[in-house]
């Protein structure tokens, strides 16, 4: 992606719809949007201008909105314009190709967003956050990646790496005077400060799980018996008719898989096959598929009917959260039942469903919803916080051994450059490369 030349790119949804909005963002692109609007006269800078963009013959192809924004002063930090015109799918591409035809190419995936980064306007961490408020599912995931989008991340990251530049330019001053070892006590100081850093990675480290479900949502699986209500509570929790619901046993053959927002959480509902004895083949098939659901799963929802006698179930064979469901609690319960813990729903009337939230959110929002400050790392983050706790871990013993300061600062500089990948600072094009290639264009 070359940094010097002017890209663009339609950054709202393909499709109709009453607006859309093309950007163009590098040096020529208040002259590229000049040209396509037959316009001698440059733009106000960061004024709403009405122009009208028209063609090499001279004819007018749509009227638009323009605003020209002027270096420093705007997303990618360099000069940028945004052309609002109407959201048709044929003349939003007519706009497009005009102001490519005047002097700007098509942007890459994440190129307007990269630039941001590359320009100092954003750090990595809050880089990668533009497209999770993109793709937020839940009202959680929205609120972590705005923190995150603030600079949440970065700077825990950052304040972690100052100390660890100042315990490394401590150790790298005794190997400009080899004639002295470091003191015992000035270890000791040292292996504390290292220990401290390591506590604030390992907490930050600890938010792995909770920044995959913020992202990804709640892997929910919904399992018991055949006909105790699994398909009816998926339908009750999603809202409409998703899954056939029958008195017929082996009705669901196979996973169900839909998505929606419980308490400010996104969950992923599977609804499974009922477990039970089975000759029909097809059926077994989708009883394995439900207990690798049921492995995989962060949360298990297990459904029985608590209006016919008691079975003896199959073994939940997970470690996710399990929440037990009496289901048909609007008909007389049986007397197997009496006594028996669990949450009485009624996916026929909806009773208990306020309880079932709440018993979800009792399990999920303590570890991420109750802060004052949410704040959730991804996978690329995860791996390099894991590589600066070995590399710090590795520098801590060599202190305690009295080895050559030499090899204790080639530790602290690898944790370091751990730690610069992160945000950015220390950066190298792979990185770059696998981070912005997942973007939409036109961000």
Known sequence: MPADDTIAAV??????????VIRVSGPLAAQAVMRACGREKPFAPRRATLARVRDAQGRALDECVVTVYTAPHSFTGEDAAELCCHGGMLVTQRVLERVLECGARPAEPGEFTRRAFENGRLDLTQAEAVMDVISAGSDLALRAAQNQLQGAIGAR??????????????????????????APHTGAELTRGLDGISEQLRQLLATADEGRILREGVRTAIIGAPNVGKSSLLNMLLGYERAIVSGTAGTTRDTIEECVAVAGLRLRLIDTAGLHESGDEIER??????????????????VHDASQPRTQAEPVS????????????DLPEHADWRGAEGLRISCTTGQGRAELERAIAALFLRETGERDSLAAINTRHRFALQQALDAISRARAS????ESPELTDVDLREALDALGGITGRIDTEDILTRVFSTFCLGK
């Open 318 to 329: 997970s470690t996710a959260k399990t929440i037990t469901l009496l289901n048909k609690c």
């Open 399 to 402: 202190i305690q051994a009295a």
């Open 285 to 302: 098939a989708g009883m394995e598929r439900s207990r690798r659901a049921q492995a995989e799963a962060d949360l298990i929802l297990e």
């Open 11 to 20: 950054a709202t949804a393909p499709g109709a719809a009453a607006l859309a």
């Open 157 to 182: 990251v950052q304040e972690a790496a100052d100390k660890l530049t100042g315990i490394a330019a401590h150790v790298e001053a005794y190997i400009d005077f080899p004639e002295e070892d470091i």
